[in-house]
Antibody
């Protein structure tokens, strides 16, 4: 069974940093591209970042470029999102999501979500 | 500000058919990029409902169907059931933004 179990959400002050994690199981992790998607309270979904299976290709949304860093440790079957220079508008539930093996962009499995609150 | 526009809400009685539109542009849906649909029940993570415009993952009832034409796509739910009450979002790729983009989201209410 495919599982994505997230951790690391917290309350952080503006300008601070936080790392959220996503532990994968039930599939061959290093053969799948992974993504982070966020959802601000009461708002729609917003794609944040993409990383290829090998980790060699990475993309970011303009809203987080230069502040967030996506990474993965294939030996540990884990995905990470390091968030620096956090702003109030980064407050959201962050989801990790696996990309469909054949259909680009289709996110076929999601983590349970982790809440990041940026507030003083 | 999403580049894919959906109606904020749609509603229908049990057993009825409802459709949700997803309107894009020539840099996303109109450029030929696939559209995917997600269902999000209250307080839970999104679930892939339709991928590649028309395909249902294993376990998704055939009451759900997707279509795409020009710069728009649609999700249809036939035989509406109480358990279908949820938020639905479309998704595609935008070549101008070089980013995956989601729709504004639609809340489906079963009357």
């Amino acid at each position: 069974e495919v599982q994505l179990v997230q951790s690391g959400g917290n309350l952080v002050q503006p300008g601070g940093s936080l790392r959220v994690s996503c532990a994968a199981s039930g599939f061959t992790f290093n053969t799948y591209n992974m993504n982070w998607v966020r959802q601000a309270p009461g708002k729609g979904l917003e794609w944040v970042s993409y990383i290829s299976g090998s980790g060699g290709t990475i993309f970011y949304a303009d809203s987080v470029k230069g502040r967030f860093t996506i990474s993965r440790d294939n030996a540990k079957n884990s995905l990470y999102l390091l968030m620096n220079s956090l702003r109030a508008e980064d407050t959201a539930v962050y989801y990790c999501a696996r990309e469909h093996p054949v259909v680009p962009a289709a996110l076929d499995y999601w983590g349970q979500g982790t809440l990041v609150t940026v507030s003083s | 500000q999403s580049v894919l526009t959906q109606p904020p809400s749609v509603s229908g009685a049990p057993g009825q058919r409802v459709t949700i539109s997803c309107t894009g542009s020539s840099s996303n849906i109109g450029a030929g990029y696939d559209v995917h649909w997600y269902q999000q029940l209250p307080g839970t993570a999104p679930k892939l409902l339709i991928f590649g415009n028309t395909n249902r993952p294993s376990g998704v009832p055939d009451r759900f169907s997707g279509s795409k034409s020009g710069t728009s796509a649609s999700l249809a739910i036939t035989g509406l059931q109480a358990e279908d009450e949820a938020d639905y979002s479309c998704q595609s790729y935008d070549s101008t933004l070089s980013a995956y983009v989601f729709g504004t989201g639609t809340k489906v209410t079963v009357l």
